[in-house]
């Protein structure tokens, strides 16, 4: 593996699991010194830290336990991250969770959480990590929304409406820093093969009485052309060309990863 990020420093939210995982391992492997968060069992944590540590050649790889539905705790994350790495040079907005059901019977609760994890914890981490990146003369901001940041479906008003929001609030930041050497982009990823989304072809199983190999290629990937999962390994591939050299020009970008789903 080519050490492209050799000297930056990286903050990955959500990477105890799937994607944000995926994304803080190669980012390491790459030779970046990254700060993990997330919740998970002890021993899940545990594992996800020495993995990680091992590709940056140390024991363990620090890790912040923020909950990211408390905006205290997301500022106090960033600070952690500045402390524990020397620096934030690249911010990666990946943790979230999703929930699904129609409109009338969405619980208030489900909704806010979902506003508050999948969209504003991105602001606020955003606010607080800006200052020390225009300081240094060098950042990266990668939002990890989806494909339901661009259309639709239903069941997902909280999530659906999360996501573009992370998308619009991409752009905007995207502009003010236009002129600096700093971007923030967003991912816009399909359905990827992680416990967030092989979570929901079990209902869906149940739901239209079929199995779950059915429900996976007839329902959830309905949507997408290609009739497969998209995989942890290549979302995390793209989150590197963002962090990595020669991308600098990309910004303010909602790049979609989704096996041809907006293509349709
Ligand atoms: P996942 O469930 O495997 O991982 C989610 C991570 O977020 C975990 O580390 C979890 O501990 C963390 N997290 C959840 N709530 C948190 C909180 N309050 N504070 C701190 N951390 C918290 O899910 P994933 O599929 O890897 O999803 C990662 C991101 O990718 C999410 O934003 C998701 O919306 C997005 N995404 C996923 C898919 C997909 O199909 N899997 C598609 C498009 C977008």
Excluded at 92 to 107: C, D, K, M, R, S
Excluded at 234 to 259: F, T
Aim: one cysteine or more.
């Amino acid at each position: 593996m080519e050490r492209i990020l050799e000297g930056r420093t990286a903050l990955v939210t959500g990477s105890t699991s799937g994607i944000g995982h995926g994304i803080a391992l190669l980012y390491a492997q790459a030779g970046a010194k990254v700060m993990l968060n997330g919740f998970g069992k002890p021993e899940e944590i545990a594992r996800a830290r020495a993995e990680v540590g091992a590709a940056m050649g140390v024991a363990e790889a620090p890790y912040s336990d923020a909950d990211l539905s408390k905006p205290e705790a997301v500022r106090g994350m960033v600070r952690a991250a500045e402390a524990a790495l020397g620096s934030l040079d690249i911010l990666v907005n990946n943790a979230g969770i999703q929930y699904v059901a129609p409109v009338e019977e969405f619980p208030e609760a489900k909704f806010d959480a979902i506003i508050a994890i999948n969209f504003a914890s991105n602001f606020h981490a955003i606010k607080a990590a800006l200052p020390g990146m225009k300081a240094r003369g060098w950042g990266r901001i990668i939002n990890i929304a989806s494909a339901h940041g661009l259309v639709a479906s239903p069941h997902k008003v909280a999530y659906v409406a999360a996501k573009h929001a992370v998308v619009g609030m991409t752009k905007t930041v995207a502009l003010e820093i236009a002129e600096t050497p700093l971007t923030c982009n967003a991912i816009c990823p399909g359905f990827v093969r992680t416990p967030l989304a092989e979570a929901q072809v079990k209902p869906l199983a149940e739901e239209h009485h079929v199995s779950e190999e059915v429900a996976l290629k007839d329902y959830l990937l309905e949507k997408q052309p290609s009739k497969r999962w998209v995989e942890v390994e290549e979302v995390a591939r793209m989150a590197l060309y963002l962090a990595g050299p020669g991308s600098g020009a990309v910004n303010g970008a909602a790049l979609s990863i989704d096996g041809g789903w907006l293509a349709a």
